[in-house]
């Protein structure tokens, strides 16, 4: 993936998240589901925040962020603050 896909999928991921919350409210879908869904798409966003982040870092020290892949959601999770 390069900067502009990470950062489109961030863009949908967003856009997700406003729907499911608008469904929310309405009462199209119940709060069970909506929390699945965001737990999911929380973890797929930190993801793709850290990838970005690791790539820019990358490049701006004069390296390729080619090769700078999208960690499993268990170690970007496990970060601190």
């Given at each position: 993936?390069?900067?502009?896909?990470?950062?489109?999928?961030?863009?949908?991921?967003?856009?997700?998240?406003?729907?499911?919350?608008?469904?929310?409210?309405?009462?199209?879908?119940?709060?069970?589901?909506?929390?699945?869904?965001?737990?999911?798409?929380?973890?797929e966003?930190?993801q793709?925040?850290?990838?970005?982040?690791?790539?820019r870092?990358?490049?701006a020290?004069?390296?390729?962020?080619?090769?700078?892949?999208?960690?499993?959601?268990?170690?970007?999770?496990?970060?601190?603050?």
């Amino acid at each position: 993936m390069d900067q502009q896909q990470i950062l489109a999928r961030i863009a949908e991921m967003v856009d997700a998240e406003k729907t499911l919350r608008e469904s929310l409210a309405t009462g199209a879908i119940d709060e069970a589901t909506e929390r699945a869904r965001l737990g999911d798409l929380e973890r797929e966003l930190d993801q793709c925040w850290e990838l970005l982040r690791r790539r820019r870092a990358k490049e701006a020290s004069g390296g390729e962020p080619a090769p700078v892949r999208l960690r499993p959601a268990p170690r970007v999770e496990s970060y601190e603050a």
